[in-house]
């Protein structure tokens, strides 16, 4: 951060503090809190605990952050079946608001295992949707969808 102007520019987000150890002067940042994180898994049970199989990239540190996750899911597994390898859990149910039987819900994304690969067309939909304007009339029509 040292050099840019966002700590003056965001005094709200952004503070410098003294090291009480070093005296070495840091930038602390303030901790986001979005207000829903969405995140999609390709197993969960009825109450929440979601598997992601494959990469998690920020998934499970973004539905600590937030004050309610919903999961969307290509399949829904039953409780038992986590019981199996807890420590696959990536989400626990305890975490989650809402879950929803989404398969493809990734679309025109990846999905590992499930569709490995982007959608190029899809994307490009997607995009230009989303630049035109026209998101609603997108999903509306199912583009992207299987």
């Not at 102007?5 to 965001?10: G, I, P, Q, T, Y």
């Not at 679309?107 to 569709?115: A, K, L």
Request: with cysteine.
């Amino acid at each position: 951060m040292w050099g840019s102007d966002l700590v003056a520019l965001r005094p709200e987000f952004y503070h410098v503090l003294e090291s009480p150890f070093t005296g070495e002067k840091t930038v602390c940042v303030r901790a986001l809190v979005p207000d829903y994180a969405v995140i999609h898994v390709q197993e969960c049970d009825v109450y929440g605990n979601a598997r992601i199989l494959g990469p998690s990239y920020q998934d499970a540190l973004l539905a600590r952050a937030a004050r309610k996750t919903i999961i969307t899911t290509e399949r829904l597994v039953g409780t038992y079946r986590l019981r199996e390898e807890p420590k696959l859990t990536a989400v626990p149910h305890f975490l989650v608001e809402a879950v929803v039987l989404a398969p493809g819900g990734a679309r025109p994304g990846i999905c590992y295992p499930e569709y490995q690969q982007v959608d190029d067309a899809g994307m490009k939909a997607y995009l230009r949707a989303v630049k035109d304007g026209t998101l609603e009339q997108y999903l509306a029509a199912g583009e992207g969808r299987e």
